[in-house]
């Protein structure tokens, strides 16, 4: 079975901290994920990784940055958090097989951030 | 315009009935199309993919899907009380990487 951990299931932060929010899949999966889901918004893609040190920008990448070193961990950055941060946090995996067509994603428990 | 579009619900059937979830997407080029499950508080967890036209079955789950009309559905037969939660359509799209794009979900409430 997949496993996708993240660091936290609760974080409270005070605006303008910097926070890591981690996340780690033991499945050797290419491919990783950071969403944020609002009550009516759904999940919104903020980042995502096809390789070690490769990022792309997802829907709302602004005020995030991402950081991916080894293959197994991708983490979320938020340089300097803000109140519309406030959040569900979760992170995704998937195999990354070219040509796949059957790319599902495996997510983590997820992180609630409330930004004070 | 939305990508992904489902009616947010909530759908409310009596235990023991079918649930019948739907959804469309905009992007033609889509290949593969996937339900989620999410409990209140909790993650989403895959129940089940899809990507060929027609139906795939699994247990009380069967999808649909229907390219030329870029509709997919869920039905859930005999219904539980446990399978209240709300489900999460999500569609794959087609720029090279393997993104997906979610639906804001419906909630299905089965009652006893």
């Known amino acids: 079975d997949v496993k996708v951990t993240q660091s936290s299931r609760y974080l409270v932060k005070r605006t303008g901290e910097k926070v890591f929010l981690e996340c780690v899949q033991d499945?050797?999966?290419?491919?990783m994920f950071w969403y944020r889901q609002d009550p009516g918004l759904g999940l919104r893609l903020i980042y995502f990784?096809?390789?070690?040190?490769?990022?792309e920008k997802g829907d709302i990448p602004e005020g995030y940055s991402v950081s991916r070193e080894k293959k197994e961990r991708f983490s979320l950055i938020l340089e300097s958090a803000s109140t519309n941060q406030t959040s569900m946090y979760l992170c995704?995996?998937?195999?990354?097989?070219?040509?796949?067509?059957?790319?599902?994603?495996?997510f983590g428990p997820g992180t609630r951030l409330t930004v004070l | 315009q939305k990508e992904v579009e489902q009616n947010s619900g909530p759908l409310s059937v009596p235990e023991g009935a079918i649930a019948s979830l739907n959804c469309t997407y905009s992007?033609?080029?889509?290949?593969?199309f996937f339900w989620y499950r999410q409990y209140s508080g909790k993650s989403p967890e895959l129940i089940m993919f899809?990507?060929?036209?027609g139906d795939k079955e699994d247990g009380r789950f069967t999808a649909q899907l229907n390219k030329a009309s870029q509709y997919v559905s869920l039905l859930i037969r005999d219904s539980q009380p446990s399978d209240s939660a709300t489900y999460l359509c999500?569609?794959?799209?087609?720029?090279?990487?393997?993104?997906?794009?979610f639906g804001t979900g419906t909630r299905l409430l089965v009652s006893p």
């Open positions: 499945m050797d999966h290419e491919n």
């Open positions: 899809i990507y060929s036209n």
């Open positions: 999500a569609v794959s799209v087609n720029t090279g990487f393997q993104k997906l794009v």
């Open positions: 995704a995996s998937s195999l990354g097989v070219a040509g796949r067509a059957n790319n599902e994603q495996f």
């Open positions: 990784s096809y390789d070690v040190k490769m990022k």
């Open positions: 992007d033609r080029g889509s290949q593969s």
